[in-house]
């Protein structure tokens, strides 16, 4: 799944300079509020109004876009994105090329490779960027043009001392299941020094995705007791991943007990569950954290309902929640193939 980058970062900006000295939102804050809700539908309501009015055009033009672009709806995620180029007028250099990212991503979900190329090409024509040329070579790659994705995924982490720009070449060649190609990268990560708890646990990460889950364990140990309690929720992980889910829950239950409520938490007592059989347990604590409703976890939690009415062999179930599932993630593509599975059961 392609990562998006920064959704909300400069429209957050914007509604915070636009909202001064006024109680009552503007359509545009409204839209804003909206895409942070993960409310779509109301977010593209609220954009179309800003554009009738005539206040930021372009901004309004781009958070419709990038509402449709959540929702899957690539071909109107594509008009928005374009009728936000066309009201910038040439202006603001620094949009154009964020929209113009916006826009290659849509064509690349939507299946426009070319347009997509072209786009991205258009980008890295105004100034070298990591995130373009990290976008070109998925779309190299998903035209099966291994050497040009290469190329570009070097470019993107060329110089690199982040972590994620790793991952994120990682997880676009395990995709394509070429995880050996990727795991090159991951064994690069690990040239970079650690500075922090955050290296330490993004350390973690990288030795995780690697499977080498006693590194993986030192690493976020060390992270944890230095000041990063959201290590354990990893932590937890691999605990399971190696066989200790005792170890695991504790990491979930400690966390919980620490920070309060948190769907990370549920989400990681429910892959306990999971590897234990529970799936009851799993369901409790899958609802558990979506109540919370974090945007940052509701797909996660979704995900593995799904899997765990699989499990239960509840398969009429199983298909009814994937099948929801897609509809807000339609491009996920372990999702897809999760449904063609059970079209099967």
């Not at 839209?31 to 372009?58: H, M, N, R």
């Not at 928005?80 to 066309?86: G, N």
């Not at 976008?135 to 993107?156: E, H, M, P, T, V």
């Amino acid at each position: 799944m392609i990562k998006y980058k920064g959704i909300l970062i400069m429209s957050c900006v914007l509604c915070l300079t636009a909202g001064c000295g006024s109680d009552k939102l503007s359509h545009y804050e409204e839209g804003v509020q909206a895409l942070e809700q993960e409310s779509y539908e109301d977010a593209i309501g609220s954009f179309e109004l800003s554009v009738a009015d005539d206040k930021k055009v372009a901004e309004s033009y781009r958070g419709e876009g990038i509402a449709y672009l959540k929702q899957g709806n690539y071909e109107e995620a594509i008009t928005a994105f374009q009728s936000a180029l066309k009201s910038l007028d040439g202006k603001k250099e620094g949009m154009q090329k964020d929209i113009r990212y916006y826009l290659a991503t849509a064509e690349y979900q939507a299946g426009i490779l070319d347009n997509a190329l072209n786009t991205c090409n258009d980008i890295l024509d105004m100034e070298t960027d990591k995130d373009a040329y990290f976008l070109r070579g998925q779309i190299y790659l998903a035209q099966d043009d291994y050497d040009n994705a290469k190329s570009d995924f070097q470019k993107a982490v060329d110089k690199s001392e982040d972590y994620e720009d790793f991952l994120n070449v990682y997880r676009a060649y395990r995709e394509k299941d070429m995880k050996a190609d990727g795991e090159e990268y991951l064994e690069e990560a690990l040239k970079i020094e650690a500075r922090d708890e955050q290296d330490e646990y993004d350390r973690g990460r990288v030795y995780y995705y690697l499977e080498d889950f006693e590194n993986a364990k030192e690493e976020l140990i060390h992270s944890m007791n230095n000041g990063n309690p959201d290590a354990a929720l990893l932590l937890g992980k691999v605990y399971v991943a190696m066989g200790d889910t005792s170890s695991g829950r504790q990491m979930y239950q400690q966390y919980l007990a620490d920070k309060g409520e948190s769907a990370k938490a549920y989400n990681g007592m429910a892959y306990c569950d999971i590897a234990d059989g529970e799936y009851d347990s799993a369901l409790e604590n899958i609802q558990k954290g979506l109540e919370l409703n974090d945007p940052q976890e509701n797909q996660s939690l979704l995900y593995n309902e799904v899997v765990v009415y699989e499990k239960k062999q509840e398969y009429g179930t199983a298909k009814e929640k994937i099948a929801a599932y897609l509809e807000k993630y339609p491009s996920d593509q372990d999702a897809i193939k999760e449904s063609t599975f059970l079209q099967t059961r």
